[in-house]
C-alpha cells in the first residue's frame, strides 16, 4: 500500500508544476501580446520572436513544452524563466554555439 505521505508529496509538486506553468504560460501571452503591438514600418516582417512565442504556447498546448528538442530533458524552470519560449536547454545551446539571452 501506498504511503499517504508520499501521495501528498507528488500531489503537492504536481500543483507545484501546474502553477508554474500558468506562470510561464502568462509570461508567453503578455510577451507575444508586446511582440504584435510594437509598431513596424509598412511592409516590414514581422517580429521573429512572434513566432518563437507562438511555437512555445502550442508546445505547451500539446503538453511537450519544456523539453529540450535536441537532448529530450526537462529545460530547468528559471531557463524557461529567462527565455520561456526556448525549446533547448543551456546545455545543448552552448554546444551548438546557440544563445537563448
Known sequence: MAD??????HLQHYERH????EELR???QDQ?????SRPRPAGAAADPRTSEIEAAIDRMDRGIYGTCRCCGTFIAYEQLLRT???SICDRCALQRG???D
Not at 499517504?4 to 508529496?9: A, E, G, I, K, Q
Not at 501546474?18 to 506553468?21: E, F, I, K, S, V
Not at 507575444?32 to 504584435?36: D, N, Q
Open 4 to 9: 499517504v505521505r508520499s501521495v501528498h508529496t
Open 18 to 21: 501546474l502553477a508554474r506553468l
Open 26 to 28: 502568462e509570461l508567453l
Open 32 to 36: 507575444l501580446t508586446a511582440a504584435l
Open 84 to 86: 520561456p519560449y526556448r
Open 98 to 100: 546557440l544563445q537563448h
